[in-house]
């Protein structure tokens, strides 16, 4: 059924999350206020599964199981405490039933639509930090939608290349022309 919503919330404060240097604080409202200013770009802050193994890791399954055949709407709230720190990224990893990696998305905004590979058996999400990690987060929201809203968002996504290719080649015909 197409507008299925799921709410994923940091729950867990055990190995699937960045602490070296974070002051780290679970709010009374489910949401959660990190803060790392000396953590490198790159780095992984914190891991959500859709699969895991409870008795090796004593962690619960954090995020519901998805259909490869269907196309998905990804959300991120987060309140950022300053504009330096906007630069938050999530990379959504799918595996195949042999767990091995079969697709890899990265979201730079904070929504983006998405298909998983058919392969999908199962997923995790990772949420990055691109520069300086100072926010609250408060969830992350998935939801199925309807193969005419990921076509549109594709259409949407193609224009912005093209808009963006387009200029590219301005700058560089203005840049030889001096």
């Known amino acids: 059924m197409y507008g299925d919503t799921w709410q994923v919330r940091w729950k ?3 190995s699937d999350s ?5 002051k780290i604080e679970f709010n009374e409202d489910g949401s959660v206020s990190y803060k790392n200013r000396l953590m490198p770009p790159g780095t992984v802050i914190h891991t959500w599964y859709s699969m895991t193994n409870f008795q090796g890791n004593r962690i619960e399954p954090s995020l519901p199981l998805i259909d ?4 998905y709407s990804i959300a991120v709230n987060i309140d950022y405490h300053n504009s330096e720190s906007e630069a938050l990224m999530l990379r959504i990893i799918f ?3 042999y767990d091995v990696q079969a697709q890899s998305i990265i979201v730079r905004d904070k929504k983006a639509v998405f298909k998983p590979s058919i392969r999908t058996y199962s997923y995790r999400i990772e949420l990055i930090n691109g ?4 926010f609250t987060f ?14 549109a968002e594709q259409e949407r996504i193609e224009r ?6 387009k200029s590219k080649k301005k700058r560089r015909k203005n840049k030889k022309s001096k």
């Not at 490869?68 to 196309?71: I, P």
């Not at 912005?160 to 290719?165: A, Q, T, W």
């Open 12 to 14: 867990e404060f055990l």
């Open 18 to 22: 960045y602490v070296y240097g974070s």
């Open 68 to 71: 490869g055949e269907r196309a």
């Open 95 to 97: 595996f195949d039933r």
């Open 131 to 134: 520069g300086n990690a100072d």
């Open 138 to 151: 408060k969830s992350l929201v998935i939801k199925e939608v309807s193969e005419e809203e990921f076509d």
């Open 160 to 165: 912005l290349k093209e808009d963006s290719n």
